[in-house]
């Protein structure tokens, strides 16, 4: 049984840092058209349900977890730049294009840093190899593609 229990925690461990790493590379489309508001919104939401699981299952206490410097500081950096975003909003040539690129932080690089965070302050591990596995993954299947297209 707690063999079960191991392996089911290291399975959602890695479906955590796939879908961080699946978010990050969604919050690189740069335009700012309702499709990608829907892919990056979306990728948000399944990042956000593994996370909530995982802090779930490791029964983290969220008040030792908000109490951590470096949580503070990245939260204190990302808020800082959502004002600055929202105050040229006011005085703003085109304002449309400010408040899309507000949204644009508040659903793809706010959240994404403040997981980051939660990803090293947690860090197992089990974590690290799983990140080993998934970087040399993606290493080996890019050198298969650009082997086999040139």
Do not use: C
């Not at 829907?38 to 990042?47: A, D, E, M, N, Q």
């Not at 980051?116 to 860090?123: A, D, E, K, N, R």
């Not at 890019?142 to 297209?149: A, E, F, P």
Request: glycine share 2%.
């Amino acid at each position: 049984m707690k063999n079960r229990e191991s392996r089911r925690l290291l399975y959602l461990e890695f479906y955590f840092v796939l879908v961080l790493l699946i978010n990050l590379f969604t919050n690189q489309i740069s335009n700012y058209k309702v499709s990608s508001f829907i892919i990056k919104g979306f990728s948000l939401v399944l990042t956000l349900s593994i996370f909530f699981i995982l802090y779930k299952y490791h029964k983290i206490d969220i008040k030792q977890l908000i109490r951590q410097k470096n949580l503070k500081l990245a939260a204190a950096f990302a808020s800082l730049f959502l004002i600055y975003s929202s105050v040229t909003l006011l005085y703003s040539v085109n304002p449309i294009f400010g408040l899309l690129k507000t949204i644009n932080l508040l659903i793809s690089t706010y959240p994404l840093i403040l997981l980051s965070l939660f990803l090293y302050v947690t860090l197992t591990q089990e974590r690290v190899e799983i990140l080993k596995m998934i970087f040399l993954s993606a290493g080996i299947i890019i050198s298969l593609l650009v082997i086999l297209v040139y």
